[in-house]
């Protein structure tokens, strides 16, 4: 079974930028998607961006134009660029496959923008 490890969060002013990283234990090639999510606290987790194993993006309506998702498989690893960041961004970001497998959620890595 894959592990998903989440890094690279922290805490931003708004208008900031962050890089996640998502390392995988096995390849990523294997999954048709890799895709992150986040959960605000007192929501349920929402999907944010998507990358297939074609480099084909798609990204959730409020992060559009601001996040950008990548992958290099050689590192086996998924990264989001955040810029722009808001303070609604706050979260524990998470990825997984897309769609999502139960069995892969990691620790997530927390984000939180605030001046």
């Known amino acids: 079974q894959v592990q998903f490890v989440e890094s690279g969060g922290g805490l931003v002013q708004p208008g900031g930028s962050l890089r996640l990283s998502c390392a995988a234990s096995?390849?990523?090639?294997?999954?048709?998607?890799m895709g992150w999510y986040r959960q605000a606290p007192g929501k349920q987790r929402e999907w944010v961006a998507r990358?297939?194993?074609?480099?084909?993006?798609a990204y959730e309506d409020h992060v559009k134009g601001r996040f950008t998702i990548s992958r290099d498989n050689a590192k086996n690893t998924v990264y989001l660029q955040m810029n722009s960041l808001r303070p609604e961004d706050t979260a524990v970001y998470y990825c997984?496959?897309?769609?999502?497998?139960?069995?892969?959620w990691g620790q997530g890595t927390q984000v939180t923008v605030s001046s």
């Open positions: 997984n496959a897309h769609p999502p497998l139960s069995h892969y």
């Open positions: 096995g390849s990523i090639s294997s999954f048709v998607a």
């Open positions: 990358i297939s194993r074609f480099d084909m993006t």
